[in-house]
């Protein structure tokens, strides 16, 4: 731990109690987030047959993960994007050969787990997991709540993945929903401290083609691959664009609120507040909270169907050293809003003025480096004119110049261009069709293919437990109502642990529509008591990059 920062489980900060309502939910993020110290593989590392995951209190497991993203808005996608390059990092050719073969890689929690000295070794060093060092905080946030409930820690990123979703903003001004009320997930996963394959995700630069190879060969559909994708509306490119209220017309005549177009409607947010220097002093407490980089709905197909779509061959490799002064505090700025907490902004902050002034080394934890060597590029010149028909005639919505992968601009071209593309046609209408359903279709639409296509991505290449099965994710040895040490006056009694274990993902989404139709007699302030027994938290660890800030 680093000096100076653990606290008790009793002494939760008054900036932290009310970002979470009360002190007994304070207590529960301090649980989610405690122990984040060096942990071994080994200790993490599930028992393989003898783990039993009809024994762990998942609500608990639940309830953690959602806090981490309370305590952290950018750890949502952080986890997300953990659960795909764990899931995702196949041998195919392995797989093809020996199908159960944990060695082909997989849903085994190696991305946290490998601990080598080379990329080849270690998950963490690969350049994939480079950016903001979030294979490490995830790892530092999710390791420790799976070692308190003996849970796998392959299940707990799982749950985490799907949990998680619920601490963002969702569209129509409403919260995203948690996505393990909309689809059944199977849990019981074995973990592996060995890395997966190396070079086995999908490349920034694929073709449509290649997307729909990628997909298939790993036992997904393209459609599925375009619904997963969505997930790219947390990227940080968004920056400091604030969500606002303004009605406008958009791609394939939908409404939608929240345009961060750069000369239409457009907000702004500076979390140094107009009269402070980024250079010199630290972002405003509380400043910045309804940015559009954390809100999870369909903006992404949006922006895809939104003329006009450039492509170029460029290699941006600029370290912060070398920037002018007014690009370096506009750097700042963003870099600011790219956190929600004050700890991950100091230590970003830390971060780019050390390499800055030279103090550490110009590598990509630092965040400005970028490896890719073709970019896309999205221009609100002449949006009116350029548009492809009359539907997406509409203010831009993104930046002047909004740079992002090549895959999705090949997928915007499918929808704006398809003509410019050298795919078969049948693979570019397919993948046009997928956006333009978003594009007209509802948020809850996209939820719900969203949560479908996760679990099975994090399911299709897993090795399970004999005991693998169903979770309700209200499992819970003992329920207290919020407050309270204990349930003696019984108010809790209608929380029991569920007796049935569903292993028929049949039977599981048929009780699960059931639950949803009637939750049942659990008052709604009952929580599980094993998720309050924490001693001791260090605030630092799990905002720590590069460097850690006192």
Known sequence: MVAGHAESSGSCPSWLIGAVRNAMMCSLVLMSLAL????SADDAIAQQD?????????????????????????????????????AMSIDVACRRTTRRSIECGGADGSVLLSSGKTPATNEAKR???????YVRRVAK??????????????????????????TLAGGGGKQAPNMLDLVP???????????NPENSLLPGEATLTELDSYWSARGMTLEEGVTLLGIHALMEVKGCMVASNIRRPAANGRKVTNTYAEKANINV???????????????????????????????????????TVSMSDVKLDVGLVDLDEVTYKDHLKDLACSFSSEPFRKVALKEAKDERSGDTEHWPDGGWLVHNTTGTHWSSSNCQSTARDARTRANCNHMDEWPYTRVDGFMSLAVQAPEQLEDAKPVVDRVAASVKKYVVG?????????????????????????????????ECTSYVRSGSRDDSAGYCAACSRPASWQTSQA?????????????????????????????????????CGVVCVP
């Open 185 to 195: 997930l199977k849990v019981g996963r074995i973990d592996r401290a060995d890395a």
């Open 36 to 39: 984040l110290v060096s942990v």
């Open 141 to 166: 946030a999710v390791i420790p709540i799976a070692q308190k409930y003996n849970a796998s820690v392959a299940d707990t990123l799982a749950v985490c993945a799907m949990a998680v979703t619920s």
């Open 507 to 543: 039977k599981a989404r048929a009780a699960l529509a059931a639950r949803r139709r009637n939750p049942g007699p659990c008052p709604q302030d009952c929580v599980c008591a094993n998720a309050a027994t924490l001693k001791d938290f260090d605030f630092s660890a799990i905002a």
């Open 50 to 86: 003898a783990y039993d995951p009809s024994k762990v209190d998942w609500k608990a497991v639940v309830d953690a993960c959602k806090l981490i993203g309370v305590y952290e808005k950018r750890m949502a996608g952080m986890i997300i994007r953990a659960g795909y390059h764990d």
């Open 269 to 307: 947010c500076n979390p140094f507040g107009a009269k402070v220097d980024p250079v010199a002093d630290q972002p405003k407490k509380g400043s910045c909270p309804r940015l559009q980089m954390y809100q999870l709905d369909t903006r992404y197909y949006l922006d895809l169907a939104t003329p």
């Open 442 to 474: 509802t948020d809850a639409k996209w939820y719900a293919d969203f949560a479908s296509a996760y679990s099975k991505m994090m399911s299709v290449a897993a090795q399970w437990s004999p005991k693998a099965g169903f979770a309700t994710f209200q």
């Open 127 to 133: 350049n994939e997991s480079q950016h903001r060092s």
